[in-house]
Nanobody, 124 residues
Framework: QVQLVESGGGFVQPGGSLKLSCAASGGTVSTLSMAWFRQAPEKEREFVATIAWNGIRTNYAASAKGRFTISRDNRQNTVDLQMNSLRPEDTGVYSC?????????????????WGQGTQVTVSS
């Protein structure tokens, strides 16, 4: 059973940066595709970024392109999300997700392992 634990959330002013980390354990983590999703209050969960098992193939939501970078370290079993130039609309609970596939897409129902999430608040 894969377990995911997120960390790194917090409060930041617009234009600032945060780095989220997801620690994975259990199963064969290096063969998992990983992703980040977020959910703002009273809004549906939305896709942010995904990374294939080998870290080479990545995909981003339009809102994240050019500002966010997803990366992974299979030796450390971690997946990071570096977020720069943050905006108030980036506020939400960010969750790490995983699926036992070499690569995956942007649909939440493609992923069967989820972390509890970490809060990100962007405000002046």
């Amino acid at each position: 059973q894969v377990q995911l634990v997120e960390s790194g959330g917090g409060f930041v002013q617009p234009g600032g940066s945060l780095k989220l980390s997801c620690a994975a354990s259990g199963g064969t983590v290096s063969t998992l595709s990983m992703a980040w999703f977020r959910q703002a209050p009273e809004k549906e969960r939305e896709f942010v970024a995904t990374i294939a098992w080998n870290g080479i193939r990545t995909n981003y939501a339009a809102s994240a392109k050019g500002r966010f970078t997803i990366s992974r370290d299979n030796r450390q079993n971690t997946v990071d999300l570096q977020m720069n130039s943050l905006r108030p609309e980036d506020t939400g609970v960010y969750s790490c997700a995983a699926v036992a596939a070499l690569s995956s897409g942007s649909r939440a129902d493609h992923y069967n392992y989820w972390g509890q999430g970490t809060q990100v608040t962007v405000s002046s």
